[in-house]
């Protein structure tokens, strides 16, 4: 690259900044978690009955055996070593999940219960949901930990599997983390 700009005109000689950028292509499996100043990870959960009419969460593992119709909570955790702003997150789902509100708009700013009487705020965002991801614009991102959750259900028969979430500051790039690749899901 650096080759083409010397051999290359002398207006392209005079650039005072070049941005080189390098993509590596790997199987699904291969790709592992990583981050700079943040982290994410997704984790999803098949929702079911309990006991006295509570609703039981069971995490989804690799090679998860699901039926169409089943209702799946995808739970996405972002940290972040500093607030950040102009953020994105872009989370891939597989092929037999769809959003159960399939509408793109505002979405979070609300309080999470946790425990001990204390309190997360799921940080404000734009929500695009695409055909095959979900996107989250976030103008200010908190420092620390921060959940969102994303209510989904089955609509397929086969075996699944989706790209790693990417969760990235549009204003400095280099603060970026991905997290590992979620397996493959079976349904019948």
Known sequence: AMAS???????VKDTK????KKQWL????????????FKVSVAYFRELPGENGNIDRVE????????????????????SGENRSFVRLSVPRPACFRPQNQLSG??????????????????????????????YWIDVFPEDDSVIEEELFVTQEGVFSSPAAEF??????????NDASSGRFTTE
């Open 5 to 11: 700009v010397y051999d290359g005109s002398d207006a």
């Open 17 to 20: 900044v070049i941005i080189l």
């Open 26 to 37: 790997k199987p699904f499996e291969e790709v592992k978690a990583s981050g700079n100043g």
């Open 60 to 79: 989804l593992r690799e090679g998860a055996h699901l039926s169409v119709g089943d209702k799946v909570i995808a739970v996405y955790s972002l940290w």
């Open 106 to 135: 505002w979405n979070g700013g609300w309080l999470r219960p946790l425990s001990y009487g204390f309190y997360s705020i799921s940080p404000y965002a734009y929500r695009e949901v695409k055909t095959d991801r979900t996107l």
């Open 168 to 177: 990235e500051s549009l204003y400095a790039p280099h603060y970026r983390a």
